[in-house]
């Protein structure tokens, strides 16, 4: 699976924007597709989830009510929607999946998943 992340940049504290990530490739056996972010000197750290059966979604307390995740079945592509953007958002934003099953108790390890996107930088200024 590739995946193709777009849809970052610079934007005002309070904004918004929409990350989206594409994916190409064998996506039939994948559970879902999340995102993950990464600040300079600081390690990656979970964003927010999505599984493909069921839909259910999952989101790190920082972003809880702020930002949305979402899908288009027919495009392959996961979509994440930022609203109220703080600085301490800023940082480089990876879609990432996994082929198989993914454990809800291990669905913000970055070290699960297993095919990652190259990454899209967000800056919010203040």
């Known amino acids: 699976v590739q995946l193709q992340a777009s849809g970052g940049g610079l934007v005002q504290a309070g904004g918004s924007l929409r990350l989206s990530c594409a994916a190409s490739?064998?996506?039939?056996?994948?559970?879902?597709m999340g995102w993950f972010r990464q600040a300079p000197g600081k390690e990656r750290e979970f964003v927010a989830v999505?599984?493909?059966?069921?839909?259910?979604?999952y989101y790190a307390d920082s972003v809880k009510g702020r930002f949305t995740i979402s899908r288009d079945n027919a495009k392959n592509t996961v979509y994440l929607q930022m609203n109220r953007l703080k600085p301490e958002d800023t940082a480089v934003y990876y879609c990432a999946t996994r082929n198989g099953r993914i454990v809800t108790s291990s669905i913000n390890r970055a070290e699960v998943y297993d095919s990652w996107g190259q990454g899209t930088q967000l800056t919010v200024s203040s």
């Open positions: 999505e599984r493909w059966s069921g839909g259910t979604t």
């Open positions: 490739g064998r996506t039939s056996s994948r559970s879902g």
